[in-house]
């Protein structure tokens, strides 16, 4: 299965061009018209072109983050119907359901004290992020709320799982960009602005799917964080498949980034430098 909005993105281009010269079939997720879409095309394989409304010009830009869906959906019902993963009809439906109950909340004319991705994106702005997963569920999460932090807001953000990177979490609450006691004999215009603190932002499941282990280790890194001055945000999903609790986490942060970068008076749609680096790569 490759998926490219573009059709012309070279990992999965590469991918499936060595896949059908080994005799695999693919299924490609790809624009009409596209080497990928062409290679979908032939005998034996299947093309599903992006769903309508995805301009052409959109394509390869900004994909993964406005056309996510568009272009998981197709792979989640060949998987489905070759018995890889459950995701039935149904499920996708609730996956939808979820989807629009976060736009309404997570609408652009909510105030910003009952709009959640405005809080996150306030508690964002200015910060260092940390964005920690409780359990394998939330890690897809976390590597997507770092990647749209990144292409989206412009922000650098590590990511991490609990319980694998808590040590490493948490050595940072100690270090250069942790909080330090305010100076009450500070002078903002003599000494300048504070430079950026941590935030950490904890990425929770449901709390009846997280095994209760790890939500001890969760509460100890946010208590921890806590104590040490840094500020925590928490998104936890609400029950549900975990494709639907997935869904969920990942739209909280991908509006929240796009405010983050309205905030901060950036283009969330643009970057001239990803652009600048793919002329001069060819």
Request: proline letters at 9%.
């Given at each position: ?138 890690a897809a999460a976390a ?124 283009d969330p749609a643009a ?12």
């Amino acid at each position: 299965m490759a998926v490219s909005m573009s059709g012309r993105a070279p990992g999965p281009l590469a991918l499936a061009t060595e896949a059908v010269r080994r005799g695999a079939r693919v299924v490609a997720v790809a624009a009409d018209g596209s080497p990928l879409a062409a290679l979908g095309a032939r005998p034996g394989n299947v093309h599903v072109p992006p769903a309508r409304g995805v301009r052409a010009a959109e394509a390869g830009t900004r994909s993964s983050r406005v056309s996510l869906w568009s272009m998981l959906t197709p792979v989640l019902l060949a998987a489905h119907a070759l018995d890889l993963v459950r995701t039935p009809a149904p499920v996708l439906a609730a996956v939808a359901d979820r989807l629009d109950a976060e736009a309404e909340a997570c609408r652009p004319w909510s105030e910003p004290f009952v709009n959640p991705a405005k809080v996150l994106a306030m508690e964002l702005a200015g910060a260092v992020p940390v964005v920690l997963a409780d359990g394998d569920l939330t890690a897809a999460a976390a590597r997507r709320t770092a990647s749209v932090l990144a292409r989206t807001a412009r922000v650098p953000a590590v990511a991490g799982a609990l319980p694998d990177d808590a040590s490493e979490v948490v050595a940072t609450f100690g270090g250069p960009f942790a909080a330090r006691p305010e100076d009450v004999f500070a002078d903002p215009f003599l000494d300048g602005p504070t430079g950026p603190r941590l935030q950490l932002t904890l990425l929770r499941d449901a709390p009846a799917a997280v095994p209760d282990a790890e939500r001890v280790v969760a509460d100890a890194v946010a208590r921890t964080a806590e104590d040490a001055g840094v500020r925590v945000s928490e998104v936890v999903a609400e029950p549900g498949e975990p494709l639907v609790r997935l869904a969920q986490v990942i739209a909280r942060t991908d509006f929240a980034a796009a405010y983050l970068a309205l905030a901060s008076g950036t283009d969330p749609a643009a970057s001239p430098q990803v652009a600048d680096l793919r002329q001069r790569l060819g």
